[in-house]
């Protein structure tokens, strides 16, 4: 079995939380773990029968893969048949970090891959993950901790509360840095296709690479479509409806006579004035700080009961495409 744990610099756990982790980890057990992005539900990508715990428990379709985390790029040769030219100029500028590079797959990330001939890695930044990683020794896979379609987890609390008594150990490390899930760039077309929006954006990929990169026809059939992202993701059971923030008042004058529980999300300056502090969640109206806020946003529309929201996006720039992106996803349900 030790030998089938590749995932790069491995050094003796270095608190009891991690030691219990790793034990749990190399007994074919589920440990949810904070990342950068948001919390990952996380077992031994080499062992099949634990990679089948976390579909069980996330209730997620078999026919979508997962990310491999592993403690440092090295590792990546391990779990890939070919690592292209850029696969190293991209994790020399970005990991540890936001972004899952999916490549050719070795066999031993079959039990990862869905079927697909690649396999999506990634060397997450947040200290805990990568103390967790080294500990390990292996490669972890890792979903968001989060029942299959739901709002994704940036707490150990979130966490608790979407996995319930179906919750594993959790490893907890306060709240994400990130808000919002790793960039996905498939390395195995050329040109590079991004699969999904993150905190790495295509401008800072094209730039690292000096070449452009495709888009990726979400939904559609053909190799440029990605199994999970399908639009019914990242929703809260309220409704979700995107506005303007010229227009946002006025269609809160507009429900202000409905008897139906509704509530408001958007940035400082989109608030209408004089809206009820009950109907109201207020987010930065800087596009990086408002990804950080609105995953826990959509949970409290639900904490609310709200059975309608209305949400005012972020502006485009840094993580704003990402969060754009999600959104327009719960919107679609
Ligand atoms: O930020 C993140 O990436 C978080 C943290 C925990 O690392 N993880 C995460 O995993 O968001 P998950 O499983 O919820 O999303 C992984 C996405 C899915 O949309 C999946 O389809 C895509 O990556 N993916 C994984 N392997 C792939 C592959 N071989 N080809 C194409 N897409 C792949
Ligand atoms: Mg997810």
Same mark, same amino acid.
């Given at each position: 079995m030790e030998a089938d744990r590749v995932g790069g610099e491995h050094s003796a756990p270095d608190s009891p939380e991690v030691a219990r982790a790793v034990e749990i980890l190399l007994d074919g057990g589920l440990v949810a773990f904070p990342t950068e992005t948001v919390y990952g539900l996380g077992a031994d990508a080499s062992n099949a029968e634990a990679v089948a715990s976390i579909y069980r428990t996330k209730g997620r379709p078999p026919n979508i893969p997962l990310i491999v985390h592993l403690a440092? #790029?090295?590792? #990546?040769v391990e779990w890939s048949a070919a690592l292209p030219p850029a696969f190293s100029r991209l994790a020399a500028a970005f990991w540890p970090g936001p972004l899952a590079l999916v490549v050719f797959a070795s066999p031993r990330a079959r039990a990862v891959t869905a079927g697909l001939p690649t396999v999506a890695l990634r060397v997450p930044r947040h200290p805990l993950a990568l103390r967790l990683l080294r500990a390990f020794g292996g490669g972890l896979a890792a979903p968001s901790a989060n029942r299959y379609g739901r709002v994704s987890p940036t707490t150990a609390d979130d966490v608790r509360q979407d996995l319930g008594p179906d919750s594993p150990f959790i490893l907890d490390g306060g709240a994400c840095e990130v808000g919002v899930e790793s960039t996905v760039l498939d390395l195995s077309t050329e040109p590079p296709t991004l699969l999904r929006k993150g905190a790495v954006t295509r401008q800072h990929i094209e730039e690292v690479l000096g070449q452009g990169i495709d888009e990726g026809s979400e939904g559609g059939a053909g190799p440029h479509r990605s199994p999970g992202l399908s639009t019914s993701h990242y929703a809260p059971r309220a409704r979700v409806e995107l506005h303007g923030p010229a227009d946002a008042a006025g269609h809160c004058i507009a429900l202000a006579t409905t008897a139906e529980s509704w509530g408001f999300i958007g940035p400082r300056s989109a608030a209408p004035p004089g809206l009820d502090n009950g109907r109201l969640v207020v987010l930065s109206d800087e596009p990086d700080a408002y990804a950080r806020g609105i995953y826990a946003a959509l949970r409290e529309a639900d904490r609310r009961g709200w059975s309608r929201v209305l949400v005012v996006p972020p502006d485009e720039a840094g993580l704003g495409a990402a969060v754009r992106d999600r959104l327009s996803r719960a919107a679609r349900r």
């Open positions: 440092c #790029a090295e590792a #990546a």
